[in-house]
């Protein structure tokens, strides 16, 4: 199994669900088709279902979240030297050429991104495009709408 690059807030927030899924939602859902089986008849029992259901979802969740911790490479980006090198982890400031716009983004794992926080995945096209690069470096990002010229203003290993 290929490992999965995670940063450090990333394998904090899969432990923190694999927590809540095994120890409050697994037993909400034990208890839920506990209640539901005493109403009888399970063939139509639509809440014994909806229960069952939701075990599945839950337990398929869990199974995901331990397979992903076990395939795990931790990435501590505050532990190395910055070079000012674009690498998983880095927090990159770029500015757009053409607009003068500033935009900072974090390069983290599939998990971890979330475009309105500013956490792209590395394997979005712009880290694709940024990873490698140095501060100072122009680069091209090919984007849906088009090709877009950043310079890298700033690179920080927070």
């Known amino acids: 199994m290929q490992q999965i690059p995670m940063t450090v807030r990333g394998e904090a927030l899969l432990r923190e669900e694999l927590e809540h899924l095994k120890n409050v939602r697994r037993p909400e859902i034990i208890k839920a088709i506990a209640e539901a089986r005493e109403h009888g008849d399970l063939k139509e029992n639509a809440e014994y279902h909806a229960a ?75 880290a694709r495009g940024l990873v490698g690069k140095e501060v100072d470096d122009t680069v091209n990002i090919k984007t849906p709408g088009g090709n877009i010229e950043f310079d890298i203003i700033e690179v920080n290993y927070i």
């Open 52 to 126: 069952r259901e939701q075990q599945g979802f839950c337990e398929g969740r869990i199974q995901e979240i331990e397979g992903k911790l076990s395939n795990a490479q931790i990435i501590d980006v505050t532990k190395m030297p910055n070079q000012g090198k674009v690498i998983f982890g880095a927090t990159v400031t770029l500015l757009n050429t053409n607009t003068e716009d500033e935009v900072t983004y974090r390069i983290v794992g599939d998990d971890e991104a979330n475009i309105k926080e500013g956490l792209i995945s590395v394997n979005s096209p712009i």
